[in-house]
């Protein structure tokens, strides 16, 4: 079970921390990711980072700017969201695959085994 929070509306310009709580005993074995869905369009990737949070991969719309992170002592992921633009306004959805390996990380929605509920984050102009 992935439970995310954090969303809300912030202005153009500003900074938002979404985190995702993970149940279970082995979220230290979880490639974790974020991605998001706007009105009218379809899910896309975000960010994913491997078991050890050593490797991390953006996508190109947010590299820079966001930074995804793990705390496996907590069994959380987090999206830090730095310079929002009203383009990433969209429902952000933690996931996890529980099939990759240690040092790999997934950017692909079909490989992820579970989903949180998405939260809304709201950048206004």
């Known amino acids: 079970l992935l439970q995310a929070s954090g969303g809300g509306l912030v202005q153009a310009g500003g900074s938002q921390r979404l985190s995702c709580v993970a149940s279970?005993?082995?979220?230290?074995?979880?490639?974790m990711g974020w991605f998001r869905q706007a009105p009218g369009k379809e899910r896309g990737f975000v960010a994913t980072?491997?078991?050890?949070?050593?490797?991390?991969y953006y996508s190109n719309s947010v590299k820079g700017r966001f930074t995804i992170s793990r705390d496996n002592a907590e069994s959380t992921v987090s999206l830090q969201m730095n310079n929002l633009k009203p383009e990433d306004t969209a429902v952000y959805y933690c996931?996890?695959?529980?099939?990759?390996?240690?040092?790999?990380?997934?950017?692909?929605?079909?490989?992820?085994?579970?989903w949180g509920q998405g939260t809304q984050v709201t950048v206004s102009s």
């Open positions: 996931a996890a695959d529980l099939n990759a390996v240690s040092g790999s990380y997934s950017i692909e929605g079909a490989r992820y085994d579970y």
């Open positions: 980072i491997s078991w050890s949070g050593t490797r991390k």
């Open positions: 279970g005993r082995t979220f230290s074995r979880y490639v």
